[in-house]
């Protein structure tokens, strides 16, 4: 659903540094992770890492539900 729902390419801030998440991916253990980047650097985080931006994207509401249920 979050690759269905979540629009991808917001700005997110990552230890005071601002970045943007522009593709999701998934552990062989099943952790949603998401890419962050700035300019040529990139950084995968678990999804439940990040603090959603305001205004939140489209389909955040499914970012919510993976922390509500403790999926990875």
Partial sequence: MLDE????RF????LGIEATVDKL???DRD????????GPETQWL???????P???PQGW???EA????GYH
């Avoid at 700005?11 to 990552?14: D, F, G, K, P, Y």
């Fill in 54 to 56: 305001d205004p939140r």
């Fill in 25 to 27: 991916g998934i552990t």
């Fill in 5 to 8: 729902c979540l629009a991808l």
């Fill in 11 to 14: 700005r997110i801030m990552v």
């Fill in 46 to 52: 678990s999804i439940l890492d990040v603090a959603l």
């Fill in 66 to 69: 993976c922390r509500h249920w």
């Fill in 61 to 63: 509401q499914w970012i």
């Fill in 31 to 38: 952790e949603v992770l998401v890419r962050c980047c700035r």
